[in-house]
T-cell receptor, first 116, second 114 residues
Framework: GAGVSQSPSNKVTEKGKDVELRCDPI?????LYWYRQSLGQGLEFLIY????????KSGLPSDRFSAERTGGSVSTLTIQRTQQEDSAVYLC??????????????FGPGTRLTVL | AQKITQTQPGMFVQEKEAVTLDCTYD???????LFWYKQPSSGEMIFLIY??????QNATEGRYSLNFQKARKSANLVISASQLGDSAMYFC???????????FGGGTRLMVKP
């Protein structure tokens, strides 16, 4: 079946503009994650959605970042008033959300965000 | 404090030889999982292998095996018979039962020489 898809694949924006990044998880996966991969910072967790539960937002770096997941499927990560340090690859992952530490996360191809 | 440490930023290996990529971790959660992912230059994250904290045997998946030493908190990835296509970034990650996310190490860039 189809894997995790993300759009756009590349986004160039000007400092101060808002951007929206989209993630379409694997069908039937209840858990969805956003990560950010930037030079010098490695991969860092941003936010986690599980079913209808309140999201775990503990990784969001500032209040300029927000995310929502509509209907338990597609998710949108929004960055307001973008800054140059927001430049990174934003990766989305989904999993079946089962109990236990084994919960393989399937990653999308990422969105490369460049803030000029 | 770093939860996942990969001390080798870059490594070379000769084609057809074996290579070990190091990973140490830190957790007080008795139940956790350790993952290795491969990230080629194309950018996608490819799951390679998983080891659970209660697993008695080291995990193996084809040419990949995990040298799990629980007391030392290490989970090294061993790639046997390296191929040119193995050239990529490799990330070690951990998921604690008490947490939701994967915590990643800084990665190791592996370069396979013909």
């Amino acid at each position: 079946g189809a894997g995790v898809s993300q759009s756009p694949s590349n986004k160039v924006t000007e400092k101060g503009k808002d951007v929206e990044l989209r993630c379409d998880p694997i069908s039937g996966h209840t858990a969805l994650y956003w990560y950010r991969q930037s030079l010098g910072q490695g991969l860092e967790f941003l936010i986690y959605f599980q079913g209808n539960s309140a999201p775990d937002k503990s990784g969001l770096p500032s209040d300029r970042f927000s995310a929502e997941r509509t209907g338990g499927s597609v998710s949108t990560l929004t960055i307001q008033r973008t800054q140059q340090e927001d430049s990174a690859v934003y990766l989305c992952a989904s999993s079946s959300g089962g109990a236990g530490p084994y919960n393989e996360q399937f990653f999308g191809p990422g969105t490369r965000l460049t803030v000029l | 404090a770093q939860k996942i440490t990969q001390t080798q930023p870059g490594m070379f290996v000769q084609e057809k030889e074996a290579v070990t990529l190091d990973c140490t971790y830190d957790t007080s959660d008795p139940s956790y999982g350790l993952f290795w992912y491969k990230q080629p230059s194309s950018g996608e994250m490819i799951f390679l292998i998983y080891q659970g904290s209660y697993d008695q045997q080291n995990a193996t998946e084809g040419r990949y095996s995990l040298n799990f030493q629980k007391a030392r908190k290490s989970a090294n990835l061993v790639i046997s018979a390296s191929q040119l296509g193995d050239s990529a970034m490799y990330f070690c990650a951990m998921r604690e039962l008490a947490g939701n996310m994967l915590t990643f190490g800084g990665g190791t860039r592996l370069m396979v020489k013909p």
